[in-house]
């Protein structure tokens, strides 16, 4: 199993139009769960706020608006991506250099090249959630 974390700031934007100062954010990939990305907020002494989603989505996202429900990912310049995640609470808008993204990427993929990931246990995971809700 290999993890690949990689720290940044963020700037993020949330409902009310109000921007916050730059927000420390964590990227994380674990090949345990292959077609899955992490964005994790805070941490340190207090529990982070981890969203995860498909990394397809966030490569994809680098090139062009994408994404439908909780989380869309689209460039806003030649420079910076946004990462939008939605809730009951509110929505938020989490802006990233497109070249930190990019290696981020490169680094997931060079343990897991896209297409290669063996998906069993993710989607056993993903049953077991599921019927526990049920």
Request: net charge negative; aromatic share 6%.
């Amino acid at each position: 199993m290999d993890i690949i974390e990689h720290d940044t700031m963020a700037g993020v934007l949330v409902d009310n139009h109000r921007q916050s100062g730059p927000v420390a954010v964590m990227l994380r990939y674990d090949t345990s769960d292959p077609l899955a990305v992490g964005l994790v907020f805070g941490g340190g002494d207090q529990p982070g706020i981890t969203w995860v989603f498909a990394r397809d989505l966030l490569a994809e996202g680098i090139r062009e608006a994408t994404g439908q429900g909780d989380v869309r990912v689209s460039p806003s310049s030649w420079q910076t991506t946004d990462v939008e995640l939605r809730s009951p609470e509110g929505t938020c808008s989490v802006r990233f250099y497109t070249d930190e993204l990019q290696d981020f990427l490169q680094r997931t993929n060079a343990v897991c090249p896209p297409g290669s990931e063996r998906c069993e246990k993710s989607l056993e995971r993903m049953l077991q959630g599921l019927l526990r809700t049920v």
